[in-house]
């Protein structure tokens, strides 16, 4: 089996393949793998390399046959296996699509933890099996052989992957700790993430309005945590779900993730309260509106 890298030189995300030249050293750098398991993450596996100066909290892959002649074995997507199309499990869909990403506060703030953590650090390298998915950057040799079900597992891919003699593995889209996001993004994650962090911002912008105005600012939080799923759904009813599959395949309802995370927002701002008092509370406030990453899509 053949895998063509169609990576993202311009904005500095490179994948090196089984084919690319010195491929073997650069793998198991980074990796262990038992001996008689060496073959297969040498023939299933690439290297997600980050040349810039940004950390990468985010990435997707999908992989697809590489022709269209190669491309009768798939089969045409079905609204509901969305979850499958997102790579949340691999049955039998194609192309797969796989993401692996750090925990990112909702307002997408500089004193998220997580933003100076990164998943793949400026200048490094990332491991990423087909047969293991985002789990095989985790730790080193994480690919065990004791486990029969992971076995059976990796046999029924390596099926599937036969069907197919070349493969090609891209970029759907990268997100960058300075906010700037790249990549058709065909899953729409950056659609999601872009609404999560606009519900996220625009509380804590009506928090801080109602700080300077002098009202309970807290009390308002209280009452907008407060709502229900049952009532989110209700407020958001009026979306029709053939209307929102009309729109994209593995689109949702941008209004419900929009007031979800408002809750979770108001939510971890009563937590803080009754964590730290009532002043931390109004602090994270203030300062959660200073310190927000604008997002930038390339």
Known sequence: MEIIANDMPQYGVMIHVPESPGFRDRLFALVEVPPELEEDALRYSVVVENQTPQHILRIN?????????????????????????????????????????ISID??????????SRGLIKAGNQCPWSLLEGSYFWRQKAILATTD??????????????????????????????????????????????????????????????KLDAGEDVLAHAEQCASITIEQIDEQCASIAKGQIEAIHPTAISYERIYALTRKTTAKNVIARQQKSGEQAAVEWIWESAKSQIPLVRR
Do not use: C, H
């Open 148 to 209: 029969a079900r992971q076995e059976d597992r990796r046999d029924q891919l390596k099926a599937r992957l036969a069907a197919n003699a070349r493969w090609s593995v891209g970029v759907d889209g990268v997100l960058f700790g300075d906010g700037v996001f790249a990549g058709p993004d065909t899953a729409m994650w950056f659609n999601n993430f872009e609404t999560q962090v606009r519900a996220a911002r625009d509380l804590i912008a009506e928090l801080n309005r």
């Open 106 to 115: 909702d307002a997408f703030t500089q004193m998220s933890w997580g933003v």
């Open 61 to 101: 892959l999908v992989w697809s046959p590489y022709s269209q002649e190669d491309s009768k074995y798939v089969r045409e997507y079905d609204p509901r296996d969305r979850n499958e199309y997102l790579g949340l499990s691999r049955g039998g869909l194609l192309p797969i699509g796989e993401g692996a990403g």
